[in-house]
Nanobody, 127 residues
């Protein structure tokens, strides 16, 4: 079964850090773009970041650049999202997702055509 297994969410104080992990199960990330969207209560799902697994090129939402860093571990078939200087407005469910290609869903900010989704992990940032 093809799955994305997420981990790393939790409760953190403003200014703190968390690292999310997204591991592939039942397939490999070769040829995929992998990354995160997030959805806060009462809001639409929004782009966070993605990485193209083949060459490591990255994309970030403009508002998150400088605080969030996406990376990959080829040996573990896992993608990470390091989140620093967290703010209460970063509180959301973070969804890992993957699609074949170079990350068009993130560039277009359109999550409707992603191939695989994770179950979501809750990040709560207290003030």
């Amino acid at each position: 079964e093809v799955q994305l297994v997420e981990s790393g969410g939790g409760l953190v104080q403003a200014g703190g850090s968390l690292r999310l992990s997204c591991a592939a199960s039942g397939f490999t990330f070769d040829g995929y773009a992998v990354g995160w969207f997030r959805q806060a209560p009462g809001k639409e799902r929004e782009v966070v970041s993605c990485i193209t697994y083949s060459d490591g090129s990255t994309f970030y939402a403009a508002s998150l650049k400088g605080r969030f860093t996406i990376s990959r571990d080829n040996a573990k078939n896992t993608v990470y999202l390091q989140m620093n200087s967290l703010k209460p407005e970063d509180t959301a469910v973070y969804y890992c997702a993957a699609e074949l290609g170079d990350g068009g869903s993130w560039y277009r900010a359109d999550p409707r055509y992603l191939d695989v989704w994770g179950q979501g992990t809750l990040v709560t940032v207290s003030s």
